[in-house]
């Protein structure tokens, strides 16, 4: 149980161009995912809250107009990149947590990661 | 700020070689810490959550103890299928359930 998939595993495009990335619980609802980055041999970090229904919650630093988050149904989050850059290019990796009740409220499953590049 | 430091940055181990990770951490009000183990190109992977100091937690080779200042996670003679970058995260009252993830330890064991 507990599976968080992402889609697509890897994306090249040409710089200027748009990117969505899916994140999807599999086997149970989340009504709040997180959106990080990960760039070469460093951490991951923490780019956006999603929540089921309502606006993200972006962390300082990261611009909301650039990457654009919508989290439309219980299972389903998706980030656009804008107008991407090579700069962006990066591991963008999704987290979910449970809000069945069936795990402990505070633990968050990753899924599998994104790897964009642009070109 | 939430504030969260491992160490080593890289660990070379042969196998069977016993060693401990730390993760030393500053928060307000610790409400979890979070061990990963993230192979290259994948997501983390969970392997434990800890809450309160003195609690501990086994898996395998791979034990987890935590302090009011730090946690480790300590691996009995590891085999190469162990090699991978072991993350550590905090969670905190005032942040909700947002994660701050430490630098992580590469470590990698050598048959």
């Known amino acids: 149980g507990a599976v968080v998939s992402q889609h697509p595993s890897w994306v090249i495009c040409k710089s200027g161009t748009s990117v969505k990335i899916e994140c999807r619980s599999l086997?149970?609802?989340?009504?709040?995912m997180f959106w990080y980055r990960q760039f070469p041999k460093q951490s991951l970090m923490l780019m956006a809250t999603?929540?089921?229904?309502?606006?993200?919650?972006?962390e300082q630093g990261v611009e909301k107009d650039k990457f654009l988050i919508n989290h439309a149904s219980l299972t389903l989050s998706t980030l656009t990149v804008t107008s991407a850059h090579p700069e962006d290019s990066s591991f963008y990796i999704c987290?979910?947590?449970?809000?069945?009740?069936?795990?402990?409220?505070?633990?968050?499953?990753f899924g599998p990661g994104t790897r964009l590049t642009v070109l | 700020e939430d504030q969260v430091t491992q160490s080593p940055e890289a660990l070379r181990l042969q196998e069977g070689e016993s060693s401990s990770l730390n993760c030393s951490y500053t928060?307000?009000?610790?409400?979890?810490l979070f061990w990963y183990r993230q192979d290259p190109g994948k997501g983390p992977e969970f392997l434990f959550t800890?809450?309160?100091a003195g609690e501990e937690k086994e898996k395998e080779r791979l034990k987890a103890t935590l302090t009011k200042k730090e946690s480790f996670l300590h691996i009995t003679a590891p085999k190469p299928e162990d090699s991978a970058t072991y993350l550590c995260?905090?969670?905190?009252?005032?942040?909700?359930?947002?994660?701050?993830f430490g630098g992580g330890t590469r470590v990698l064991v050598k048959p």
């Open positions: 987290s979910a947590r449970d809000s069945t009740g069936l795990a402990p409220s505070n633990e968050q499953f």
């Open positions: 995260a905090v969670q905190a009252g005032a942040a909700g359930n947002k994660l701050t």
């Open positions: 800890l809450y309160s």
């Open positions: 928060v307000s009000g610790l409400r979890g």
């Open positions: 999603s929540n089921e229904g309502s606006k993200a919650t972006y």
């Open positions: 086997d149970f609802q989340a009504t709040t």
